[in-house]
């Protein structure tokens, strides 16, 4: 963890690094995604079942490619209720937030007699990632599966790895509660060249959206253009700016939230109070200990945690904007003072009560959020990303008549006789 | 050009092969763009100069490395007084279409009190790329600056390659009238990692779009997830739906003025009337040779060119959808009711009188589409491009008492207890 003070000569150096600092594994996976993507699109099923039973140390042809949607429904059941209640209400929650995302359809007439519109249609089919083992999360089923189903996507099919075929039920009952259409049991790369080119099994989709480790997200990255995919994702990061009067366990259980996701998380605190920055500092040393998740906790908040005492916390917001986070917590009296300033930021949560965490599960809005300084220019998982727009022209020999001659100008201008005689012909 | 019915036997076979055909120059660009990446990451305006001596064959330590603004009037007030009203008019009618684009942002507080919204923001610095030479086309700057302009991008540059030192005038007069605020003369994939990056003297973006040849679209695509970009673009397409009423000379001219763009541009026409089918073709053989594009059309017209004749024109909408095309005419009475079948297009052209040219000047909405059927899940540039939206979330005691408690069962069972810790330190 460093910290540092604006008032530091050496502070504009020093943030600079911080803003600059690249946390992302730099492995050369390039390579290996190009070879598993190429044996994927050339032999379909046969490299899927070598490539699970080499990663995932099953064989697809003994435990089954797909999972039966019988399988979730027993999953879901068997949760304990709460945690049932506790889904339900998610999954609820979100759908509420994502159907406002829904854009609205155009069709007007202008003073020249041209009609002009867009028309907004869903995706065919999505495909979505979702984590197998340790990092099996139901969250990102939900956040995953239920704005495309806003959206409107008929065909919804889930791939997730299930490694020396071990099922992770949480999925399971997440899928059951998102109403996904099919899941199956493979992961990596392949899982994705699968959904991007199809399988004489698993059919082609049209949008690929989910987390996933560097395989994962290279070989989204190759195949975009071929499909659609969510973003580039990197590590998580959380800032929290918050003035002296804040509890200093909660700013640093909301630090240590971030920090235990992985090594490469990154956690910053803002304060105006060089005391309470102390004492979130040692709050953060208390509980780290006391975390089933220390030792991934203890090595992003040593390698990559900071804390920044400012004059004012008016004054940290610039340098937020400079680090464009993906989670922005604004503890203070007036959260909505400083929230006006923010240009750069995927999610902004207000106040004293609004830990970052309840927007991972219940509060609505997507977690799927653009990391590495990406919400400079991206944003947040959205209905959107599952749709797709139409526009669309009428006109009448009136209305052409109005506009065409502009067009066989700037035709002609462009050395291209077949535009411009288009136009021309219809204006005889 | 090929001749298919829908009562041919074969017809599956043929249509699943016209669907499947990639138009796409396989040129092995990539290692050539990834080493010229890298030297203007490394390097920066010293590589740039390189290169542009390179490919461009002057220096621009000579010829001046910026265009001033001075230069944009100067060529916007020389043009002939009938084109600068069509740039005029073409820009005034883009920018109004585009203002409808702007999103709304929402802020709403549930039935549990939580505060939940999403606001939308303008990214700050976007880079448009325009070929120069034969291909310079002043359309390509007004599509791509106005929507930047219209949602509110701060800093507008543009590169533009200038060959042998020889700056394109209208190009110039387009950048004036859509108000750009940079023009350098730079291009290829030196020009795009010059954005990306930033160099000493042209500072880096955030979104880069615009069209340019293979080692641009492959820089664009190499470089996405550093800065966002408009689309992976491949050759130009239009599909034409006609009954045999239509004029064949009409019809003709718009298959030629996709064709004209390039030899791996594609034009296909559908029809119910085989009789109209034979005088179409007729009229493109008619048409053609009179085409100072002719070459490039013909190439374009032969290899990739098709006439597909259906029982109706309903029959032709599923295999529309299959292709999913950049341009869709509708050329019949009641276009609009095949237009509620249609599915997958970038822009629809409804009537006999809205010929797809009349969309690429000054209609009004994009001419910048989704191509080789990339329309099955993406849309045209448009100011949500140059956008990005930020969530935001508020609790109070009591809406966190309302749902904090979900949020900690999940973050149990997804072993994140921090997360967990820091909703239930707040509940107590």
Not at 230 to 256: C, F, K, Q, T
Not at 294 to 307: E, L, P, T
Not at 334 to 341: E, G, I, S, Y
Request: aromatic share 6%; hydrophobic share 45%; charged share 25%.
């Amino acid at each position: 963890m460093i910290r540092l003070s604006t008032s530091d000569p050496a502070f504009d150096r020093d943030f600079t690094a911080l803003v600059n600092a690249r946390r992302e594994v730099d492995a050369d996976v390039a390579r290996d995604v190009r070879t598993i993507v190429a044996s994927v699109r050339d032999e379909g099923d046969a490299a899927l079942a070598a490539f699970t039973k080499k990663f995932d140390k099953h064989d697809l042809n003994e435990t089954g490619w797909r999972i039966e949607k019988s399988e979730w429904r027993a999953a879901y059941e068997a949760l304990d209720p709460a945690l049932r209640e506790a889904l339900d209400l998610a999954a609820a929650r979100i759908a509420a937030y994502h159907e406002k995302q829904r854009p609205a359809d155009s069709d007007t007439t202008d003073a020249a007699g041209v009609r002009l519109g867009a028309r907004w249609n869903a995706i065919a089919a999505a495909g979505i990632y979702i984590p197998g083992g340790r990092a099996a999360y139901p969250s990102s089923v939900l956040m995953n599966a239920i704005p495309a189903r806003v959206a409107g996507v008929e065909r919804l099919a889930m791939v997730t790895p299930t490694p020396n075929g071990e099922v992770n039920p949480l999925v399971l009952a997440a899928a059951y509660v998102a109403k996904v259409d099919e899941v199956w049991r493979v992961g990596g790369a392949q899982a994705i060249a699968a959904l991007a080119y199809g399988t004489g099994r698993i059919a082609a989709v049209d949008v690929i959206t989910g987390p996933g480790n560097a395989w994962v997200a290279e070989a989204k990255r190759q195949l975009y253009g071929l499909v659609g995919i969510d973003m580039v994702a990197g590590p998580s990061e959380i800032v929290v700016v918050a003035d002296g009067r804040n509890r200093p366990d909660w700013i640093a259980a909301d630090l240590l939230s971030q920090a235990e996701h992985d090594p490469t998380s990154q956690s910053i605190l803002f304060t105006d109070d060089a005391d309470f920055a102390r004492a979130v500092a040692a709050a953060v040393d208390e509980q780290i200990g006391e975390l089933s998740t220390a030792k991934v906790a203890r090595a992003s908040w040593d390698a990559n945690g900071a804390i920044i005492v400012t004059a004012s916390l008016e004054e940290a917001i610039p340098l937020v904007d400079r680090l464009a986070p993906e989670h922005l917590e604004l503890a203070c009296d007036d959260p909505q003072a400083l929230f006006d300033r923010v240009r750069h930021a995927g999610s902004v949560f207000l106040g004293r009560h609004t830990p970052e965490a309840i927007g991972d599960y219940v509060a609505g809005p997507n977690h799927v959020l653009p990391t590495g300084r990406r919400a400079r220019f991206s944003s947040g998982l959205s209905v959107l990303d599952f749709m797709k727009r139409t526009s669309f022209l009428q006109l009448d020999p009136a209305s052409l008549a109005a506009i065409g001659p502009a067009a066989v100008a700037l035709a002609e201008t462009e050395g291209l006789p077949a535009h411009a005689k288009s136009v021309a012909l219809r204006l005889d």
